[in-house]
């Protein structure tokens, strides 16, 4: 494993100075700062962060986010939270959304009455595609 770099002069010269908090401590041997090397924390791919934005701002919520991608709602909210994306607005229907492979896709287009009467958003979701439908309100 090669050494950290000394954040304050960046000389790799550093030894090993006890361990604080479960890191290791280190010791600069050019300039004698003492460090800790950064938690590396299980990084997630910007692909499901996206992904994760779009379907929240579709109106799905944390939980259906979470059996969709894969990921936790808790890290769905932090996302939310530190990218400031607006709730969406409460309305009276909630959309339904079907998982498609390319060819179902293809063949629920092929059927005017699913064209009809709604408003639909696809969305790519790995091999697969992500299908939103709204019914449209009634007029009074």
Known sequence: MSQPACPKCES????????VGGRQ??????????????KLGREVNT???VKALQLYVE????REIERLLGVSHVSVMNWVKKY??????????H????????QELA????????????GLVVTE???NYLLFRWERLKAS
Do not use: M, W
């Open 84 to 93: 400031g994306v607006k709730a969406p607005r409460q309305t009276a229907h």
């Open 47 to 49: 692909y499901y962060v």
């Open 107 to 118: 063949e629920y287009f092929q059927k005017p009455e699913n064209l009809q009467g709604a």
């Open 25 to 38: 401590r280190y010791k600069c041997r050019n300039c004698g700062y003492h460090f800790s090397v950064a």
């Open 59 to 62: 109106g799905v919520s944390y």
């Open 125 to 127: 979701l790995g091999d």
């Open 12 to 19: 790799v010269e550093a030894t090993k100075s006890g361990i």
């Open 95 to 102: 959309p339904t959304y079907h998982i498609l492979t390319q």
